[in-house]
C-alpha cells in the first residue's frame, strides 16, 4: 500500500494518520491550508473508487432547502452548462454509484468507479456542480425542481408543482414516515433536528428564490465542507488538482454551522398526533404507540456500538423481552424499533403498531417494568455474544450488496467527524471495540439501561391516531387555499404566473445545445471492456445432489443456499410459501425456543435467511425456489447444517398464539409496504393480469398476499388448525431430498469442509410421495385502480414482447437508459413533476414493465406510456448520444461483486439457463447500438403496450378522475 508523501502536496496540512487495520487501509486526515477544506483519504487496494463531498447543512425552517439544494446544483453549473449534468452522467460514464442525498443535517455528493478516467470526470462534475452551479443564474431550475405555481389560463385551476415538493408528498404520506418526522420534531425541538430538512410540502412554497440562494452561498464553501477519497488511486495527483481546479479559489471563513445539542426535557413529554387512514378503512387497532428516549451521542466510541447491541438483545430478536411483553400483553400487533444513529444525539424507540386506541398508559408502564427487571435480573447473555458476533460479522464481512464499500465507509465517517473535526475514524475502526465490548461484564449493558432508559427524562411518549379521509382533506383544503389565493390576485398578477408557468415548460422542452453537451467528459467505447464478467458455475453432485459450486476467494467464508423446488405444489399453497418464509426460525423447533434459536443463529454465523425466488428461462418456463441462505466462517459448517436441519425439518406449527402473532406482524408489515412501496405493489399486480409469474409474485408478495394475511387474521379463530395442517403439508412436499439444489459459493477447502455435514444433513430430508400436478392458473385481466391513502401516485403499464411474437436482443437493454433518462425522464418527471420513472425488459421472460414514482398525474402519465413507441419511431442521435447510452448501459453491467454476490448471479444464471456465449452476444449487440436499432423497437414497444395491461395504486382523487383506464376501482386496503 502506498504511503502519501505529505510533501508533495503542499496545499494541505497533515492533521492525523491512522492504520486501520481490520479494513486493510491506511487513513490520513488533512486540512486544506488555504480554503480550510476537511479532507479524509482512505488508502487501499480496492480498485472501487469512491469521491465524496460533504457539507453541513442545518435546516432553520421546514422548508426543505437543503433537500432543493441537493436537487438544483445537478443541474448546470459553471465548466458543465447541460440542463442535468447528473442525467447526462448516468447515460454515459461507468459509474458504479451516482447520487446526492440530504440528511437532516448533512447533504452529501458521492460517486464511484472503476475506471480511472471515468472517476477523474466524475469528481470534476460534481465539485463544479457543488461549488459553482447555474442556480445563480437560473430561476428555472429552483421552479423546476423546487417548487412553482402552475396556471395555463385564467379561467384554469392554479396548481403547485415541483419535483422536490411531490417527492415529500409521497415520502411523508405513510404511517412509518409521519411517526419518523415527529419523534424528531418533539424529541429536539431547540435544533435543527426539528426541521424537516427534505422539505414537507405545506411549508416548502414558503421557500423564496433569493431564501434559496442564501442558503447556498452560507453552507457550499469549503471550509464548511469534508472530502473523501478512497481506495486505489494516485491520491497525491488528485489532491493537487483538486487545489488548483477549486480548493485554491477560496479563503478560509467562518461559516457557523456547528450542530447544538438539544437541552434534556425536566419530565416526560406526551403527545398525540393523527396519520391518514383510507375512508373505507376500519380504524379499529390502528393506533401506533411510540416510546422514545435520546441514547448517547454520535462521538462515543463505545456506545455507537453497545446501543446496537441493546437494540438486538431488547426489541429486535425474535423473543426479545419488550417486544413478547408487549405482544403477551395485546398491546399492537407488530412490535418495532431499536436505535436510530446518524446524528448528533441518538434515539432508541419501541414501537407498537395495529393497537387499540387507549393502551398508551399501559403501553408505557409495561416497557419501563421489563426495563427494570432487566437491569435487577440481568439480560440474557447468549443475547449479547450473539448481538456481538453478528455485528462484528457483518463489520468485517463489509457485503453492501451492488454497493461500493467506500461509499458506506464515507458515510460512517462523518457520524463522527461531523461533530469532531478531528475523529473520522471513530466508527470505521472498530476492531478494538468490539474486543472491548466482549470483554465487558453484562452490567455494563444493564447500566445503560438504567442511565439512557429509566433514569432519562428526556423522554417521549407519541400516539399516532387514525384518522379516516384525512389525506382527502388535506387535498381539499390545499385545493381552497389555492382557489382562495388565484381569486385574490390581480389581473397583472395572473398574467405573470401564466406567463411564467408558459416559460417553464418551454424551458423544460428546449434541450440542451450541442455545444454545452459536448462539455460533459466522455469516455470511449476502447475504454470499455469488451467482454463481461464471468460466471463462476461448476456442476456437482454431492449425495446424489446436484451441487452449483462456485469456487471463488471468498476469506473464508461459505455461503451457502439450501434451495427447493416448488413448481409441484398446488396454487392453493404459494401464498403458504411466503407465510412459510415468515414463520421459519420465528417459531419453537424440537431443541430450541426461537428466541434461543436466533440467539444460536446469530452466535454462530453471519446471519440466517430464506425467500421464495421464480427464475425465467429463455424457454418460457419458470424454476420456483424456496431459497435458505447461511453464511459462515468455515469452522463453524457443522452449526450451519444444525441450524438448517432445525428451522427447515423440526420447526413447531402448532404454537397458535405466536402463529397469530406472525400473521398479525406480517399484515401490519405489508399495510406499511403497499402505501411506502406503491410502484412494487402497481408493477406487480398488473404482472398478475397476464402471467402465471406474476400471479405467483402478487400472492407472495403484492396485494393478493396482504389481502390473504387479511383473511387469516380475520378468521383466525376457525382457521388456526387449517393453517397449522397446511404449513406441515407443505414442509413434507417441499423439503425433500428429490427437491433440493445446493448453491455453495467458497474456495476449494470450504468445499471439502461442507460435504459431511451435506449428506448428514440431506439425508435427514423428506421422501416424496405422490407427484402433484398443480392446478393452472386463471388469469383475469382487472386493471385496476387502487386507492391508498396518499396524496401521489404509482402507474404501472406491462406487457410482454414474447407472446407478441417478438425475442429479446441487447438494444432491448439499451432502451431501459434511453426512455429512463431522456423521454420518461424529461416528461414523467421534469415535466410532469414525479419523483421517479423506471422501465424493465425481462431478456428471459420477455416481461416490460414501465411506472411512475410518487407521481402527481395518473392520466397524463399514461398518456407519456403510449407516446413511447412515437419517440422511438421518431428516435435520432449522434454518434456521441449513442455512446452514451451504450456505456451507460454497460456501467450497469459491470459493477464489482463480492463473493457472495458472484454466487448468487452465477446461480441464478444456471437456473435461467444462461451461458456466458449469451451473454457475449448481448454485450456485442449492446456496443453495435446505432439509431436505427433502436427505432427497430418502436413495433415491440407498440405490440407490448397494446396488451392494455394495467395498474394504479395511489391518490383517491386522481384514481376517479382516470376511472375510464380502470375495469375496477377499489381502495386496497380493505
Given at each position: 500500500m502506498k504511503e502519501i508523501d505529505i510533501t508533495k502536496i503542499p496545499a494541505y496540512q497533515l492533521v492525523k494518520k491512522e492504520d486501520i487495520e481490520e479494513l486493510s487501509t491506511t487513513g490520513y486526515l488533512l486540512k486544506h491550508k488555504k480554503s480550510g477544506a476537511r479532507v479524509l483519504l482512505l488508502v487501499n487496494d480496492d480498485n472501487n473508487k469512491v469521491f465524496n463531498i460533504g457539507f453541513r447543512t442545518p435546516p432553520a425552517d421546514d422548508t426543505g432547502v437543503p433537500h432543493i439544494i441537493e436537487h438544483t446544483v445537478l443541474c448546470g453549473s459553471k465548466k458543465y452548462p447541460p440542463k442535468d449534468p447528473f442525467v447526462e452522467l448516468v447515460k454515459g460514464s461507468l459509474?458504479?454509484?451516482?447520487?446526492?442525498?440530504?440528511?437532516?443535517?448533512?447533504?452529501?455528493?458521492?460517486?464511484?468507479?472503476?475506471?480511472?478516467?471515468?472517476?477523474?470526470?466524475?469528481?470534476?462534475?460534481?465539485?463544479?456542480?457543488?461549488?459553482?452551479?447555474?442556480?445563480?443564474?437560473?430561476?428555472?431550475?429552483?421552479?423546476?425542481?423546487?417548487?412553482?405555481?402552475?396556471?395555463?389560463?385564467?379561467?384554469?385551476?392554479?396548481?403547485?408543482?415541483?419535483?422536490?415538493?411531490?417527492?415529500?408528498?409521497?415520502?411523508?404520506?405513510?404511517?412509518?414516515?409521519?411517526?419518523?418526522?415527529?419523534?424528531?420534531?418533539?424529541?429536539?425541538?431547540?435544533?435543527?433536528?426539528?426541521?424537516?430538512?427534505?422539505?414537507?410540502?405545506?411549508?416548502?412554497?414558503?421557500?423564496?428564490?433569493?431564501?434559496?440562494?442564501?442558503?447556498?452561498?452560507?453552507?457550499?464553501?469549503?471550509?464548511?465542507?469534508?472530502?473523501?477519497?478512497?481506495?486505489?488511486?494516485?491520491?497525491?495527483?488528485?489532491?493537487?488538482?483538486?487545489?488548483?481546479?477549486?480548493?485554491?479559489?477560496?479563503?478560509?471563513?467562518?461559516?457557523?454551522?456547528?450542530?447544538?445539542?438539544?437541552?434534556?426535557?425536566?419530565?416526560?413529554?406526551?403527545?398525540?398526533?393523527?396519520?391518514?387512514?383510507g375512508q373505507e378503512e376500519d380504524e379499529k387497532e390502528k393506533t401506533i404507540y411510540s416510546y422514545t428516549v435520546t441514547a448517547g451521542n454520535a462521538t462515543d466510541r463505545m456506545e455507537y456500538y453497545a446501543m446496537r447491541v441493546l437494540d438486538y438483545a431488547l426489541i429486535s430478536m425474535p423473543g426479545a423481552p419488550l417486544k413478547k411483553a408487549l405482544l403477551d400483553a395485546g398491546i399492537g400487533k407488530d412490535i418495532s424499533g431499536g436505535y436510530s444513529g446518524g446524528s448528533l444525539q441518538n434515539t432508541f424507540s419501541v414501537i407498537a403498531k395495529e393497537a387499540e386506541e387507549g393502551k398508551g398508559e399501559e403501553f408505557f408502564r409495561i416497557i419501563e417494568e421489563v426495563l427494570e427487571k432487566t437491569v435487577q435480573q440481568g439480560l440474557d447473555k447468549d443475547s449479547i455474544k450473539a448481538a456481538l458476533n453478528v455485528i462484528e460479522f457483518q463489520y468485517r464481512e463489509a457485503d453492501f450488496g451492488s454497493y461500493p464499500k467506500g461509499l458506506f465507509y464515507c458515510m460512517d465517517s462523518l457520524e463522527s467527524w461531523l461533530y469532531d473535526d478531528n475523529e473520522p475514524f471513530m466508527h470505521i475502526k472498530?476492531?478494538?471495540?468490539?474486543?472491548?465490548?466482549?470483554?465487558?461484564?453484562?452490567?455494563?449493558?444493564?447500566?445503560?439501561?438504567?442511565?439512557?432508559?429509566?433514569?432519562n427524562t428526556h423522554k417521549l411518549l407519541l400516539t399516532l391516531e387514525p384518522e379516516k379521509g384525512l389525506d382527502e382533506k388535506k387535498n381539499h383544503r390545499l385545493e381552497e387555499k389555492l382557489t382562495a389565493y388565484k381569486a385574490s390576485l390581480s389581473e397583472e398578477e395572473l398574467d405573470k404566473i401564466i406567463r411564467e408557468t408558459a416559460h417553464l415548460k418551454q424551458y423544460q422542452s428546449e434541450p440542451s445545445t450541442e455545444e454545452e453537451l459536448k462539455t460533459i467528459p466522455l469516455l470511449r467505447l476502447e475504454d470499455i471492456d469488451k467482454y463481461p464478467q464471468k460466471f463462476s458455475i461448476e456442476e456437482r453432485v454431492s449425495n446424489n445432489i446436484k451441487v452449483i459450486f462456485s469456487n471463488v476467494k471468498s476469506n473464508g467464508i461459505a455461503y451457502i443456499n439450501v434451495a427447493f423446488h416448488a413448481e409441484k405444489l398446488s396454487q392453493d399453497m404459494i401464498p403458504y410459501l411466503a407465510l412459510l418464509k415468515a414463520v421459519l426460525a420465528n417459531m419453537d423447533t424440537e431443541h430450541f425456543t426461537y428466541t434461543g434459536l436466533n440467539n444460536y443463529i446469530n452466535m454462530h454465523t453471519g446471519g440466517f435467511g430464506n425467500d421464495f425466488v421464480q427464475y425465467g428461462k429463455?424457454?418460457?418456463?419458470?424454476?420456483?425456489?424456496?431459497?435458505?441462505?447461511?453464511?459462515?466462517?468455515?469452522?463453524?459448517?457443522?452449526?450451519?447444517?444444525?441450524?438448517?436441519?432445525?428451522?427447515?425439518?423440526?420447526?413447531?406449527?402448532?404454537?397458535?398464539?405466536?402463529?397469530?402473532?406472525?400473521?398479525?406482524?406480517?399484515?401490519?408489515?405489508?399495510?406499511?409496504?403497499?402505501?411506502?412501496?406503491?410502484?412494487?405493489?402497481?408493477?406487480?399486480?398488473?404482472?398478475?393480469?397476464?402471467?402465471?409469474?406474476?400471479?405467483?409474485?402478487?400472492?407472495?408478495?403484492?396485494?393478493?398476499?396482504?389481502?390473504?394475511?387479511?383473511?387469516?387474521?380475520?378468521?383466525?379463530?376457525?382457521?388456526?388448525?387449517?393453517?397449522?395442517?397446511?404449513?406441515?403439508?407443505?414442509?413434507?412436499?417441499?423439503?425433500?431430498?428429490?427437491?433440493?439444489?445446493?448453491?455453495?459459493?467458497?474456495?476449494?477447502?470450504?468445499?471439502?469442509?461442507?460435504?459431511?455435514?451435506?449428506?448428514?444433513f440431506t439425508d435427514r430430508l423428506y421422501e416424496s410421495t405422490e407427484e402433484e400436478k398443480p392446478n393452472a392458473v386463471v388469469l383475469r385481466k382487472l386493471n385496476e385502480g387502487l386507492k391508498i391513502p396518499s396524496p401521489v401516485s404509482y402507474v404501472a403499464r406491462v406487457g410482454n414482447f414474447k407472446k407478441a411474437g417478438y425475442e429479446y436482443n441487447g438494444a432491448m437493454d439499451t432502451l431501459r437508459n434511453i426512455l429512463d433518462y431522456d423521454y420518461l425522464w424529461n416528461n414523467v418527471r421534469v415535466k410532469g413533476g414525479a419523483y421517479g420513472v423506471s422501465s424493465n425488459y425481462g431478456a428471459t421472460t420477455g416481461n416490460v414493465m414501465f411506472v411512475s414514482y410518487r407521481d402527481p398525474n395518473v392520466e397524463k402519465t399514461n398518456d407519456v406510456f403510449e407516446g413511447i413507441p412515437e419517440y422511438l419511431r421518431n428516435f435520432d442521435a449522434d454518434e456521441r448520444e449513442v455512446l452514451k447510452f451504450i456505456i451507460g448501459t454497460i456501467s450497469g453491467k459491470d459493477t464489482p461483486i463480492n463473493p457472495?454476490?458472484?454466487?448468487?448471479?452465477?446461480?441464478?444464471?444456471?437456473?435461467?439457463?444462461?451461458?456466458?456465449?449469451?451473454?457475449?452476444?448481448?454485450?456485442?449487440?449492446?456496443?453495435?447500438?446505432?439509431?436505427?436499432?433502436?427505432?427497430?423497437?418502436?413495433?415491440?414497444?407498440?405490440?407490448?403496450?397494446?396488451?392494455?395491461?394495467?395498474?394504479?395504486?395511489?391518490?383517491s382523487d386522481k384514481i376517479e378522475e382516470g376511472k375510464e383506464l380502470f375495469g375496477e376501482v377499489k381502495d386496497l386496503l380493505v
Open positions: 459509474n458504479t454509484f451516482l447520487n446526492a442525498m440530504t440528511f437532516p443535517d448533512k447533504t452529501i455528493f458521492p460517486v464511484a468507479s472503476c475506471n480511472e478516467k471515468d472517476f477523474k470526470n466524475l469528481m470534476n462534475v460534481y465539485l463544479d456542480a457543488v461549488f459553482y452551479p447555474n442556480i445563480y443564474e437560473k430561476e428555472e431550475i429552483f421552479r423546476q425542481e423546487g417548487w412553482s405555481y402552475e396556471l395555463e389560463d385564467k379561467d384554469g385551476k392554479l396548481a403547485l408543482n415541483g419535483v422536490v415538493y411531490n417527492e415529500m408528498k409521497g415520502a411523508l404520506s405513510s404511517p412509518d414516515s409521519i411517526l419518523e418526522r415527529e419523534i424528531q420534531r418533539e424529541m429536539f425541538r431547540d435544533t435543527c433536528y426539528s426541521y424537516e430538512s427534505g422539505g414537507d410540502p405545506e411549508f416548502i412554497p414558503d421557500l423564496t428564490y433569493e431564501q434559496f440562494l442564501e442558503f447556498h452561498r452560507k453552507y457550499y464553501h469549503p471550509v464548511n465542507s469534508y472530502i473523501t477519497l478512497y481506495g486505489d488511486m494516485d491520491m497525491e495527483e488528485r489532491l493537487n488538482w483538486m487545489d488548483q481546479e477549486y480548493l485554491d479559489h477560496f479563503e478560509e471563513i467562518q461559516i457557523d454551522s456547528e450542530i447544538q445539542y438539544q437541552k434534556p426535557f425536566e419530565r416526560i413529554k406526551q403527545i398525540s398526533k393523527k396519520y391518514p387512514l472498530a476492531g478494538d471495540t468490539f474486543e472491548e465490548l466482549k470483554k465487558k461484564d453484562t452490567r455494563y449493558f444493564e447500566e445503560l439501561i438504567e442511565t439512557y432508559f429509566l433514569k429463455k424457454d418460457g418456463s419458470i424454476t420456483k425456489l424456496f431459497e435458505n441462505d447461511i453464511k459462515v466462517f468455515y469452522p463453524k459448517m457443522k452449526e450451519a447444517f444444525i441450524i438448517l436441519e432445525e428451522v427447515l425439518l423440526h420447526t413447531r406449527f402448532s404454537d397458535t398464539k405466536r402463529l397469530y402473532e406472525i400473521i398479525a406482524e406480517n399484515k401490519s408489515k405489508m399495510r406499511m409496504r403497499l402505501i411506502s412501496s406503491g410502484h412494487l405493489i402497481a408493477v406487480t399486480r398488473a404482472n398478475s393480469y397476464m402471467c402465471e409469474s406474476g400471479y405467483v409474485k402478487d400472492m407472495t408478495s403484492g396485494a393478493g398476499y396482504y389481502h390473504f394475511l387479511d383473511k387469516l387474521e380475520k378468521n383466525f379463530d376457525e382457521k388456526k388448525q387449517e393453517i397449522v395442517d397446511t404449513l406441515e403439508e407443505l414442509v413434507k412436499k417441499l423439503f425433500t431430498k428429490q427437491n433440493v439444489i445446493l448453491s455453495f459459493t467458497a474456495e476449494e477447502a470450504g468445499y471439502e469442509c461442507m460435504e459431511g455435514y451435506f449428506k448428514e457472495a454476490a458472484q454466487g448468487r448471479r452465477s446461480f441464478a444464471a444456471y437456473l435461467s439457463d444462461i451461458s456466458y456465449e449469451d451473454i457475449c452476444k448481448e454485450r456485442e449487440e449492446i456496443l453495435s447500438l446505432n439509431v436505427q436499432k433502436v427505432r427497430a423497437l418502436a413495433p415491440v414497444i407498440e405490440a407490448v403496450l397494446a396488451q392494455d395491461y394495467i395498474c394504479v395504486v395511489g391518490n
